[in-house]
């Protein structure tokens, strides 16, 4: 069975730092994309970061540029986010996905390019 599971959130105070990761399982992450997203309370999932099949090329949101890193592992089979500077408007449910079809760019152009999800792992950022 296809797996992904987050793991490392939890409670942090504002401008701390967190390492999210995702390891999978039932698959090998050499040959898929990865997207890391998150969705708030209230709000609608959206892009974080986007990463291709073997590192060299990345991508964030605006709202994380700066402060967050994605990063792989293949083999290991993971990939991490490690966050920086957290604020609490990055409170949310984070999700890992994973794609095998295209190509980067197609990564990063939003969850459609999806079909493989972790559970997420909550991020609360407070004081």
């Known amino acids: 069975q296809l797996r992904l599971v987050e793991s490392g959130g939890g409670l942090v105070q504002p401008g701390g730092s967190l390492r999210l990761s995702c390891a999978a399982s039932g698959f090998t992450l050499d040959y898929y994309g990865i997207g890391w997203f998150r969705q708030a309370p209230g709000k609608e999932r959206e892009g974080v970061s986007c990463?291709?099949?073997?590192?060299?090329?990345?991508d964030y949101a605006d709202s994380v540029k700066g402060r967050f890193t994605i990063s792989r592992d293949n083999a290991n089979n993971t990939v991490s986010l490690q966050m920086h500077s957290l604020k609490p408007e990055d409170t949310a449910v984070y999700y890992c996905?994973?794609?095998?079809?295209?190509?980067?760019?197609?990564?990063?152009?939003?969850?459609?390019?999806?079909?493989?999800w972790g559970q997420g792992t909550q991020v609360t950022v407070s004081s």
């Open positions: 990463i291709s099949r073997r590192g060299g090329s990345t």
């Open positions: 996905a994973a794609t095998s079809r295209g190509s980067w760019p197609y990564y990063c152009s939003g969850q459609g390019a999806y079909h493989y």
